[in-house]
Nanobody
Framework: QVRLVESGGGLVQPGGSLRLSCQAS????????MGWYRQAPGKERELVAV???????GYADSVTGRFTISRDNAKKTVYVQMNSLKPEDTAVYYC????????????????WGQGTQVTVSS
């Protein structure tokens, strides 16, 4: 199967930076898209940023200009560089991947990481 492992969360002061990483492993035929979602207490999970196999990018309006998503195809890893962090960026950040799994009949499905906490506070 497929596993997503995230790293890089933590506590940072307002205006600071963090970089999150997410590495996919397992029986991967192809990665169609990878991205990051976040969920703050009492709020719904929301898309933060996504990078697709054709290289196109997407960002939430609230992070545009502050966050940058990138990938290393060889490592099957996606990153999000988060700059100028604000207290409202505090949330659990989840890696998400749209992956086609190897098999007699390749199967395309969505996977989630376990989540990593990002806290922006002075």
């Amino acid at each position: 199967q497929v596993r997503l492992v995230e790293s890089g969360g933590g506590l940072v002061q307002p205006g600071g930076s963090l970089r999150l990483s997410c590495q996919a492993s397992g029986s991967i035929f192809s990665i169609n898209a990878m991205g990051w979602y976040r969920q703050a207490p009492g709020k719904e999970r929301e898309l933060v940023a996504v990078i697709r196999s054709d290289g196109t990018l997407g960002y939430a309006d609230s992070v545009t200009g502050r966050f940058t998503i990138s990938r290393d195809n060889a490592k099957k890893t996606v990153y999000v560089q988060m700059n100028s962090l604000k207290p409202e960026d505090t949330a659990v950040y989840y890696c998400n991947a749209d992956i086609t799994v190897q098999g007699y009949i390749p199967c395309r499905r969505e996977y989630w990481g376990q989540g990593t906490q990002v806290t922006v506070s002075s």
